[in-house]
């Protein structure tokens, strides 16, 4: 089983900045894709950045340029940097890891999310 845990949320003035940590911890070979989600009030868990094993980045169009995922495979941890930060992104920000765990399985490891708040 492996445990996700988040830290870094909290409440910022618009324009202001947030880092967002996930640690992974438990029993895994390997972890794979990395993604942040956030969940606004009212609305569906929408994709916000995505990091491949070997480093490449996505991001939903909201955030690009503004927000940046970075991973640091020797502390199974994954970062979530946003500066200039806006109202809508108010919402509750979850981590998702793809995790090996052996003999070809693979498994979607989720946190419980950390609550981010963008006063105007």
């Known amino acids: 089983q492996v445990q996700l845990l988040e830290s870094g949320g909290g409440l910022v003035q618009a324009g202001g900045s947030l880092r967002l940590s996930c640690v992974a911890s438990?029993?895994?070979?390997?972890?794979?894709?990395m993604h942040w989600f956030r969940q606004a009030p009212g609305k569906q868990r929408e994709l916000v950045a995505t990091?491949?094993?070997?480093?490449?980045?996505t991001y939903h169009t909201s955030v690009q340029g503004r927000f940046t995922i970075v991973r640091d495979n020797a502390k199974a941890t994954v970062f979530l940097q946003m500066s200039s930060l806006k109202p809508d992104d108010t919402g509750v920000y979850y981590c998702?890891?793809?995790?090996?765990?052996?003999?070809?399985?693979?498994?979607?490891?989720w946190g419980q999310g950390t609550q981010v708040t963008v006063s105007s």
């Open positions: 998702d890891m793809n995790v090996d765990i052996g003999l070809g399985a693979r498994y979607d490891a």
């Open positions: 438990g029993s895994y070979v390997t972890i794979n894709t």
């Open positions: 990091i491949t094993s070997d480093g490449r980045t």
